[in-house]
T-cell receptor
Framework: KAGVTQTPRYLIKTRGQQVTLSCSPI?????VSWYQQTPGQGLQFLFE???????NKGNFPGRFSGRQFSNSRSEMNVSTLELGDSALYLC??????????????FGPGTRLTVL | AQSVSQHNHHVILSEAASLELGCNYS??????LFWYVQYPGQHLQLLLK??????LVKGIKGFEAEFIKSKFSFNLRKPSVQWSDTAEYFC???????????FGSGTRLQVQP
C-alpha cells in the first residue's frame, strides 16, 4: 500500500498570504488528522476529519481551516500568514473506528516557510 | 489541559548500551499510548502502541515499553542500542478513544559507534 502523501513538500510564502496544503491518506483510510511541528512548540494537533466532517479541533486560531473530500483527501488552509506559522505540517491517516482505528500513519510533511 | 512529559531531551549512548526513555502523561481517563520515532530526514513511524491488555508491549526493532497505570508512565526500553537507532523519539497519548494525539517534546537519541 502506498503511504500518506503530502503536497507540496516545500513552500515559501510571505506574510499576509494564504496557503493550501494537500494530503492523500492511505487507501481505505477515512480519517485524516493534521499536526503542526515547530522547534519551540513541538507537535501540536490541528484538526481531524472523518467522512468529510471535522470531528475534533486543536487550539489554533480561525486562520487555520481544513476540509475533506468524498475520496478522503484533505486540504488545510492557512490565511493571513504570520512568521510564526513557519513549521512542518504533518498529515496522518487512520482507518475505521475501532481498537486499531486509533493508530495513525504519518506523511512526510510540508515544510512551510513564511518570510 | 492534558499533557505528556518526556524527561530526557538529549541522550547520548554508546553502541550496545541499554536505553530507557521516560514518558509521563497527565490523567485523563481512558488512554491509548504510543511511541513514534523520526529518523533523520524521514517521517514519523510508529514503534509500538498500547491499547489494553498486557502492560508490557513489544514493538519493532527490539523496542519495548511498559505501561504503569499507577505512575501514569509509559517508558520506552531497548536492551542494546545500535548506531542506526539514532533518531528522535516521541511519546504520544490519545484520550477517551479520540484520535487527536498529544505529543511529548521528544527525546533526541544519539548513538555513538
Amino acid at each position: 500500500k502506498a503511504g500518506v502523501t503530502q503536497t507540496p513538500r516545500y513552500l515559501i510564502k510571505t506574510r499576509g498570504q494564504q496557503v493550501t496544503l494537500s494530503c492523500s491518506p492511505i487507501s481505505g483510510h477515512r480519517s485524516v488528522s493534521w499536526y503542526q511541528q515547530t522547534p519551540g512548540q513541538g507537535l501540536q494537533f490541528l484538526f481531524e476529519y472523518f467522512s468529510e466532517t471535522q470531528r475534533n479541533k486543536g487550539n489554533f486560531p480561525g486562520r487555520f481551516s481544513g476540509r475533506q473530500f468524498s475520496n478522503s483527501r484533505s486540504e488545510m488552509n492557512v490565511s493571513t500568514l504570520e512568521l510564526g506559522d513557519s513549521a512542518l505540517y504533518l498529515c496522518a491517516s487512520s482507518s475505521q473506528p475501532g481498537t486499531s482505528g486509533n493508530e495513525q500513519f504519518f506523511g512526510p510533511g510540508t515544510r512551510l516557510t513564511v518570510l | 489541559a492534558q499533557s505528556v512529559s518526556q524527561h530526557n531531551h538529549h541522550v547520548i549512548l554508546s553502541e550496545a548500551a541499554s536505553l530507557e526513555l521516560g514518558c509521563n502523561y497527565s490523567y485523563g481517563g481512558t488512554v491509548n499510548l504510543f511511541w513514534y520515532v523520526q529518523y533523520p530526514g524521514q517521517h514519523l513511524q510508529l514503534l509500538l502502541k498500547y491499547f489494553s491488555g498486557d502492560p508490557l508491549v513489544k514493538g519493532i526493532k527490539g523496542f519495548e515499553a511498559e505501561f504503569i497505570k499507577s505512575k501514569f508512565s509509559f517508558n520506552l526500553r531497548k536492551p542494546s542500542v545500535q548506531w542506526s537507532d539514532t533518531a528522535e523519539y516521541f511519546c504520544a497519548v490519545n484520550y477517551g478513544g479520540r484520535r487527536a494525539l498529544t505529543f511529548g517534546s521528544g527525546t533526541r537519541l544519539q548513538v555513538q559507534p
